[in-house]
């Protein structure tokens, strides 16, 4: 079933024409046939009549809405990795609630409703169309954290809410977290001393003081999640002038931060007034030996984890020149499983004479899981950021087999296939019928099977890349996936970069533009930045048109309708 056919579904009307006959189906076909809708008709169905409107008056029915469409927002609610459905009956509750459904917030309100907010939410940040930079503070109040200029950094979203800043060309080695829920709790608490703001926790070297190991300087490293309070960090460059490239793999583990507290695992009650003791966090780098053939050292790569185990590192940036060298790290054995090199090595890991990306460096990689794939956007090419290389808006595919799931082993050999070809060469003005940059062939038989058809009823479209959505693709962008079906990115570029705004929807391999609203930050290159609680945050990177490097965070607001306020840091309310 399709859907193209949600529209018989939801209006089925008798030989009359006057009576709507869906509401004659017994509830369990009703809640059947939901999730072969679009989101935009199950949200206009619950509008139509009483009868209706009562059956959507159950966290059974919006509940596992949410987790069809949005099955990764249904698991963070409980902040557990390893999540079982089994142990949640109708009325367990989640640990918390976004802070954008704060009339939602305590356990003793209509809490089916806020099932239903949760969902339309959730629907709106997964496929925004309108969004909007927030005014934030470019210089904090004295007494107020605030991390120094950095460039070829890393932001990343732990589990719990918790936003992890480090590393980059810098002058210090902190690790800054901004933890969402904890002012969530504060701004309920009201205290007079609460003030929003990066707090530090400074790290160890397994025991000893991190002053006293060198190593830990890098920038155009990669930093990735493995679980709710550990950090795989690879590669890097140790030295100025992009030199002395490693590829050193770092453990950073954030420390339980909530003591005293019932394990957020399996608590199944909103505490508000529970407050987070920053005194507590801790933070250590652990150096990790890894066996096997070692990988060309590199910097300004990418690195994806699959199954919550593999490592899968891409391109990249050495001494003097880029690579397209992929490896493979097994964070359980801490084994490497092969790369590709002159000698083809690894050919039982790739197709050997399939097409393959040019060298590259500063591009991006989102897993595509429903499709089988990889997806890789743009990059540029040469040894040097500003100097050296041409950007690119290549986008390819990496088709990892439908067993990578199941049996990792057993989905190779993978294979590269190319989506958009580079456009770089193309005029401004050149129209869609002159566009040949997406193959007929990048969507094959076997992943539109995967693909679920309620996605046909979003609105996307094709378009010619202007200049700044060119740069958008260019070396050293953001981009960051919001589930389940689009890619949002920011900035981008080299000797000229943008602070545009682009959107990628995977299962069409075609763009979108957006609406934006609000004053945009300043156009830069290597700043670094995720999506955490329907914001993009983005923090630093360097602005080739000041020649500077930057400090300032951005704030982008993905649903602006809601009129919320942004509590994690001071937003400067002269300019809103």
């Known amino acids: 079933m399709s859907a193209n056919h949600d529209t018989s579904l939801l209006y089925l009307i008798s030989n009359d024409k006057t009576t709507c006959q869906i509401t004659a189906l017994s509830d369990d076909l009703f809640y059947r046939i939901l999730p072969f809708c679009s989101i935009k008709s199950i949200l206009h169905l619950f509008s139509t009549c009483k009868r209706i409107q009562q059956q959507g008056e159950t966290p059974y029915l919006w509940r596992n809405l949410l987790k069809e469409f949005h099955p990764r927002f249904y698991r963070d609610l409980y902040a557990n990795p390893t999540f079982d459905e089994s142990q949640i009956s109708n009325e367990t509750k989640p640990r918390w609630v976004p802070t954008y459904f704060s009339n939602y917030r305590s356990p003793s309100e209509d809490y089916p409703q806020s099932w239903r907010l949760l969902f339309q939410k959730a629907s709106m940040i997964s496929y925004p169309k309108t969004v909007k930079w927030r005014p934030m503070h470019t210089e904090l109040k004295a007494g107020l954290v605030e991390p120094p200029e950095r ?47 990066w707090k530090i926790a400074r790290p160890t070297v397994d025991g000893f003081d991190y002053s006293e190991n060198v190593f830990l300087f890098a920038y155009g490293c990669s930093l990735t999640p493995i679980n709710s309070t550990q950090m795989i960090r690879f590669g890097g460059f140790q030295a100025g002038g992009y030199s002395q490239a490693c590829n050193e793999v770092l453990l950073l583990t954030v ?63 050495t001494d003097g020149e880029s690579i397209m060298e992929e490896a493979i790290l097994d964070t359980h054995t801490w084994t490497w499983l092969g790369f590709r090199d002159e000698m083809n090595t ?104 995967y693909e679920h058809p309620s996605l046909h009823q979003q609105h996307v479209y094709h378009h ?55 004053r945009a930050p300043l156009a830069r290159f290597t700043s670094a930045g995720t999506v955490i609680d329907g914001y993009l945050v983005a923090e630093g990177g360097f602005s080739s048109i000041n020649g500077t490097t930057l400090k300032d965070v951005m704030v982008l607001d993905l649903i602006p309708n809601f009129n919320r306020i942004f509590q994690a840091l001071p937003e400067d309310k002269r300019t809103g």
């Open 346 to 449: 690894t050919a039982r890991y790739f197709h050997a004479n399939s097409p393959h990306p040019s060298p590259r460096h500063g591009h991006s990689v989102i897993l595509d899981e429903s499709r089988d794939r990889l997806v890789l956007f743009g990059g540029g090419s040469g040894g040097d950021l500003l100097r050296d290389g041409q950007d690119n808006t290549e986008v390819w595919e990496l088709l990892i087999g439908k067993r990578w799931k199941t049996n990792f082993q057993q989905s190779f050999p993978w294979r590269w296939r190319i989506i958009q070809r580079d456009h770089n060469d193309d005029n401004d003005q050149s129209s869609d019928s002159n566009n040949e940059g997406v193959s007929e062939s990048s969507c094959s038989q076997e992943s539109e099977n």
């Open 151 to 197: 460039e070829g950094h890393n932001v990343v979203r732990l589990l719990h809410d918790r936003l992890i800043l480090t590393g980059g060309y810098t002058t210090d080695d902190n690790v800054y977290i901004l933890d969402f829920d904890s002012y969530r709790y504060g701004s309920l608490d009201k205290e007079k001393d609460f003030k929003p703001q």
């Open 464 to 518: 010619s890349h202007n200049r700044q959505e060119r740069l958008n693709l260019g070396r050293c962008h953001i981009s960051v996936k919001l589930e389940p079906n689009n890619v949002l990115f920011f900035s981008g570029g080299g000797q000229v970069s943008t602070n545009n705004c682009l959107m990628y929807h995977l299962p069409t391999n075609k763009w979108k533009k957006l609406k934006i609203l609000g």
């Open 255 to 317: 420390e339980d931060a909530f003591p005293g507290r019932p394990d957020l695992i399996k608590m199944t009650r909103i505490h508000a007034t529970m407050k987070l003791d920053f005194k507590s966090v801790k933070s250590k780098w652990t150096k990790i030996i890894t066996q096997g053939n070692q990988p060309t050292c590199r910097a300004y790569h990418t690195a994806t984890l699959l199954c919550n185990r593999y490592l899968v590192i891409v391109g990249g940036m």
